[in-house]
């Protein structure tokens, strides 16, 4: 496929990778599911998405801009900022796009299945003050995000940015991050700073952050606008992608197979473990199916790694009989929003959060 034949994001493919998703892919990753173990996922292995280029930052001359709708405009370089309070938060982050390869047909973007995610403890100072600093005009609605990267999409040049509604920017917990696990922000992540927005989808914690703006009237870009919404048709105006649905994922238990992944287990008892999370609060349940969904059971739940974090989930399964299994876990969260067992189909396949299928065979002793 050339590129002048290239479906644009959120329309639809065959089963077939086109080069072009093949090529995205080959520049960011997912989480491998073993990492489910830790707490906090090395950098390393933390999912990553970068929509245009990594842009060169050099910290000594980097600043920060702080303007629009306020009195007192603020400039700040990374000294500046690093003088401020600092506040480190574990944070569970994942991508709007997680699980899109599962749906058919598939929306031709990134080619996710469920390893979009990871948690780190970040390190940086809180947004609301240094917004209270500037003072913040009475007639303020929301607050535009810029960062260095700059690329074309939706036939548009553009500097990656998205708004938050004033509300959602003035939360305590929203962070301008330089710090990542107790070390500098990597360059893909968005070195020298970045913003870290928990509950949100990843696209809300812009990388590489250059400017802060706060704006009288609705964001009318093209990240807010017509991409990161929800949609059966590309001509309807459809709903902004928000918070994280909730979600439980599982360590694949026994060893895999090469191509297939599936999964092979000897017999006996196994502790089946994961993650679960939500961006409208706490997992208030984790259940396990070994037979596809037809029948649960509750799983045992630690208390999460941080406020604004994932939970470790675990469940002693019987796996003495020899045989195939389709294995499955699904969270539901403080709210009473509970996984789908089938994926929800929307044109950009976002929040695509329906349960985890693990085939596993458990072999003759």
Not at 88 to 102: D, I, K, Q, Y
Not at 252 to 259: A, C, K, L
Request: charged share 25%; net charge negative.
């Amino acid at each position: 496929m050339s590129e002048l034949d290239t479906p644009p994001v959120g329309t639809s493919a065959s089963a077939d990778l086109t080069p072009e998703e093949l090529q995205l892919a080959a520049r960011n990753h997912g989480m491998p599911l073993e990492a489910l173990r830790y707490d906090l996922t090395p950098a390393g292995l933390h999912y990553l998405l970068v929509h245009y280029d990594i842009p060169e930052a050099a910290p000594d001359t980097w600043h920060l801009e702080i303007g629009g709708a306020v009195d007192r405009p603020l400039t700040l370089d990374l000294h500046a900022l690093q003088s401020c309070r600092e506040f480190s938060l574990p944070v569970t982050m994942e991508c709007a796009g997680n699980g899109r390869a599962r749906l058919h047909p598939r929306p031709v973007s990134q080619p996710w299945l469920f390893e979009a995610v990871g948690t780190a403890r970040w390190h940086g100072t809180r947004l609301r003050p240094l917004l209270e600093s500037a003072g913040l005009r009475s007639d303020a609605l929301e607050v535009l995000f810029t960062g260095a990267d700059r690329g074309l999409e939706g036939g548009e040049e553009q500097d990656y940015e998205r708004s938050l509604p004033l509300a959602a920017a003035l939360d305590e917990d929203v962070l301008l991050a330089w710090g990542m696990n107790g070390a500098p922000l990597p360059p893909q992540h968005g070195y020298p700073l970045r913003l870290i927005v928990p509950g949100w989808y990843g696209m809300c914690s812009v990388k590489w952050l250059r400017r802060v703006t706060v704006l009288t009237a609705p964001y009318r870009g093209y990240q807010n606008e017509r991409a990161y919404r929800y949609r059966q048709e590309r001509e309807e105006e459809g709903e902004p992608v928000t918070r994280i649905a909730p979600r439980a994922l599982m360590v694949p238990p026994g060893i895999p197979e090469f191509m297939t992944r599936n999964r092979f287990l000897r017999p006996g008892e196994c502790l089946l473990e994961g993650r679960a999370w939500s961006g409208h609060g706490a997992i208030a349940r984790v259940e396990v199916s070994d037979n596809g969904g037809r029948d649960w059971s509750e799983a045992a739940l630690d208390a999460p790694v941080g406020s604004r974090a994932w939970h470790r989930w675990s469940y002693r399964w019987d796996a003495r009989r020899p045989g195939d299994y389709e294995l499955c876990c699904r969270a539901t969260d403080v709210t009473g929003e509970v996984q789908p067992l089938h994926p929800v189909w929307n044109l950009g396949g976002y929040a695509v959060n329906a349960v985890q299928r693990v085939l596993v065979t458990v072999t003759a002793a």
